[in-house]
C-alpha cells in the first residue's frame, strides 16, 4: 500500500486561512470543500478537518482515514498548486466510505478540479 506522505498535507494555520479567505467552497451533506489554486506550487496538497461535532476520536480519526484514502487514490488527478481543504461535517460518521468517496468526487466535480487522466 501507498503511503500518505507528510508533503501532501496542509498543515499550518496560515495555510488553512488562505485556502478560506481565497478559495471558492462547496458543501453537500457530508463535506465542506475548500479549493484554492497555487499555480506554480508542488503537487496538491489535502487539509482535513474534523471537530468534535463530528464524534469521538474513532469516529474522527476514521472520517480523517477515509478522506485521506479518497484523496491518495486520485492525487494524480489533481494539478499541481492545488490546496484542498475538506470539512467534515457531523453526519459523516455515520457515512459508509462509498457514500463519502460519492460525496467526495460529486463536490470535486462542482470545484472543476479533477483532471481526466
Known sequence: MER????ARLRET???L???AEGRMVQGRYL????LRRPGEDPARIGIVTSRRVGG???RN???RRLREIFRVRRAQFPAGLWL?????PGAANAGFGELREEW?????????????
Not at 481543504?85 to 461535517?89: D, E, F, W
Not at 462542482?110 to 487522466?117: F, K, Q, V
Request: proline share 3%; aromatic share 6%; charged share 30%.
Open 105 to 117: 468526487l460529486r463536490l470535486a466535480g462542482r470545484l472543476s478540479i479533477l483532471r481526466d487522466l
Open 32 to 35: 465542506r470543500m475548500s479549493v
Open 57 to 59: 476520536a474513532v469516529q
Open 14 to 16: 496560515r495555510e488553512f
Open 85 to 89: 481543504v475538506i470539512v467534515a461535517k
Open 4 to 7: 500518505f506522505p507528510a508533503a
Open 18 to 20: 488562505a485556502v478560506r
Open 62 to 64: 476514521r472520517v480523517r
